[in-house]
C-alpha cells in the first residue's frame, strides 16, 4: 500500500486535486489548469516510464496549454458576467415598480425613497413628497430615477 502512495503516478494525482480544490479557495482560474496539466502527466506516467524531468516538462507544457487554450473561454462562459448583463439584471429587478418616498425633494435634487424595504437614494424631475407612491424608471448605479404616480 506503501509503495501506491508514493508512486510518481498517485503523486500527480494529488496535486491535481490539490490544485483543484486550491482554486475554490483562490478563484483566477489559473490553478485550475495547473491541476489539469497535473493529471496528464499523472495519466502519462501511468502509461510511460518518463523520467523526473520529462515529467516536469511534460506537467509545465500541458499546463501552460490548457491555460492559453481554455481560460478565456471559460472565464467568459462562467466567471465574467458583463457589466451590461447587470445592468439588465437590475433593470429587470427594479424599473416599472412602485416605491414610496421617504424625503420630500424638488426637481434635480436627491432625496430618499424605500424600496423593497430599503432606502435609495432618488431623483425626479417633479416635486416628490413624503409618503406619495413613485414609479422607478431608471436604474444608475446606486440611485434610483423616478417619477410620481398620479
Do not use: H
Not at 35 to 64: E, K, M, P, R
Not at 96 to 104: E, P
Amino acid at each position: 500500500m506503501k509503495e501506491i502512495l508514493y508512486s510518481k503516478e498517485v503523486i500527480w494525482f494529488i496535486i491535481g486535486l490539490i490544485l483543484f480544490l486550491l482554486e475554490f479557495i483562490f478563484p483566477g482560474l489559473v490553478l485550475l489548469f495547473f491541476g489539469v496539466g497535473a493529471w496528464i502527466t499523472s495519466i502519462a506516467a501511468y502509461l510511460f516510464n518518463l523520467s523526473l524531468d520529462t515529467q516536469l516538462l511534460l506537467f509545465i507544457i500541458s499546463s501552460l496549454l490548457s491555460l492559453a487554450a481554455l481560460r478565456k473561454l471559460l472565464k467568459e462562459k462562467y466567471m465574467n458576467k458583463s457589466s451590461s448583463d447587470s445592468e439588465n439584471d437590475a433593470e429587470l429587478d427594479f424599473v416599472g415598480k412602485t416605491a414610496i418616498a421617504v424625503s420630500t425633494f424638488d426637481p434635480g435634487e436627491s432625496g430618499k425613497v424605500e424600496f423593497n424595504g430599503s432606502n435609495w437614494m432618488a431623483i425626479s424631475d417633479e416635486p416628490i413628497q413624503v409618503g406619495q407612491r413613485v414609479k422607478i424608471i431608471a436604474i444608475n448605479s446606486i440611485k434610483l430615477t423616478i417619477t410620481p404616480i398620479k
